[in-house]
């Protein structure tokens, strides 16, 4: 055997290196294809996509009655206030402990949306005149959804709302 015969040709190389090069792409486009079905699983479900906006009509509520709706998974307290409420929310900033005027935490005065759930620990407060009781520890908010007090650190959230009509609102995705 020559020397020639056991050195490899200079193109020869080339070709291997583009071959390496290629079957690299190759199998990196095939992993990735493999891989979409898990990546794609990860996305919201429709039924939860259909969930994340809802309108809610607001006719029938009278001023002093609440309506409870679900909004992605957590109940929405929807509160038409009487007069009396939207002056007597007007003149107070809720406790010390997250002071907020109630014309920041409302789009219309006589209309409240707030998340029912309590800051503290996640439990659905009870209703009552002056506002809601979290029975789990104690908290209580006033008819703004403002903490008074108790250990929950925040006011009652807002959900992301827009009146699209008169008496229509549409809570949007958060």
């Known amino acids: 055997m020559s020397d020639d015969d056991v050195k490899s040709k200079p193109e020869d190389s080339g070709r291997r290196e583009?071959?390496?090069?290629?079957t690299g792409v190759v199998a990196g486009a095939?992993?990735?294809?493999?891989?979409?079905?898990?990546?794609n699983s990860m996305n919201p479900s429709t039924d939860i996509l259909a969930r994340a906006e809802s309108q809610i009509e607001l006719d029938g509520i009278v001023p002093g009655e609440m309506r409870t709706v679900e909004w992605q998974g957590k109940p929405v307290f929807i509160l038409?206030?009487?007069?009396?409420?939207?002056?007597?929310?007007?003149?107070?900033?809720?406790?010390?402990?997250?002071?907020?005027?109630?014309?920041?935490?409302?789009?219309?005065?006589?209309?409240?949306?707030?998340?029912?759930?309590?800051?503290?620990?996640?439990?659905?407060?009870n209703r009552n005149s002056d506002g809601w009781f979290c029975p789990c520890h104690g908290?209580?908010?006033?008819?703004?959804?403002?903490?008074?007090?108790?250990?929950?650190?925040?006011?009652?959230?807002?959900p992301p709302y827009e009146f699209i009509a008169e008496n229509k609102i549409l809570i949007k995705k958060a």
């Not at 583009?18 to 290629?22: C, N, P, Q, S």
């Not at 002056?87 to 998340?115: A, C, F, N, Y």
């Not at 908290?139 to 807002?158: C, Q, T």
């Open 139 to 158: 908290s209580v908010y006033d008819n703004s959804g403002r903490i008074l007090k108790g250990p929950a650190p925040r006011n009652l959230d807002l």
């Open 30 to 39: 095939g992993i990735a294809a493999a891989s979409w079905p898990f990546i």
């Open 18 to 22: 583009f071959l390496g090069k290629a």
């Open 80 to 125: 038409r206030r009487t007069e009396d409420q939207v002056v007597e929310m007007g003149t107070s900033h809720g406790s010390s402990k997250d002071p907020e005027p109630d014309e920041e935490r409302v789009q219309k005065s006589e209309w409240l949306v707030v998340i029912g759930l309590c800051t503290h620990l996640g439990c659905v407060p």
